[in-house]
């Protein structure tokens, strides 16, 4: 905590001993983890930093990136697999690891789950940490 938060650890004291509402306790989770997330970006460049919505939304292109900055080859195994996770089961599956999902509406489950003012609480709490992520989302930077 005092290596990445210092300044945070008032709040994150207040939290721990009075959480707030779930929100809330959101923004700031949120906040922590992509500080460091952020951290560790410029401290290690040669690492391989992915956002789970482009994983989502372009999974064979992220996956193949990942697997030639990583030098793995990008096998039809690999490709099979990726497509395989997005298609729902046939029948139930019985491997509790895996769960096939509507990758779209994941990546935009959250816009459906909130009312209009939580959204623009998290907007607006988020505003200059979220920019470094999402830089291209000009949606979210209009509700700032």
């Not at 929100?23 to 970006?41: A, K, P, T």
């Amino acid at each position: 905590v005092e290596r990445f938060f210092p300044d945070r650890l008032e709040a994150i004291k207040a939290m721990s001993k009075e959480p707030s509402d779930i929100i809330s306790q959101g923004i700031l989770l949120w906040e922590l983890f992509h500080r460091v997330i952020h951290f560790y970006q410029e401290e290690y460049p040669d690492w391989v930093f992915v956002r789970h919505e482009d994983l989502l939304s372009r999974p064979q292109e992220e996956f193949q990136g990942i697997c030639e900055k990583l030098g793995i080859p990008f096998s039809s195994e690999i490709r099979e697999g990726i497509a395989r996770s997005q298609k729902p089961a046939e029948k139930e599956v019985t491997d509790p690891s895996f769960r096939a999902r509507n990758h779209g509406e994941v990546a935009e489950s959250w816009k459906h789950r909130l009312d209009p003012e939580e959204t623009r609480r998290i907007l607006a709490a988020s505003s200059s940490l979220r920019k470094t992520f999402y830089p291209e989302d000009e949606d979210l930077r209009g509700n700032d």
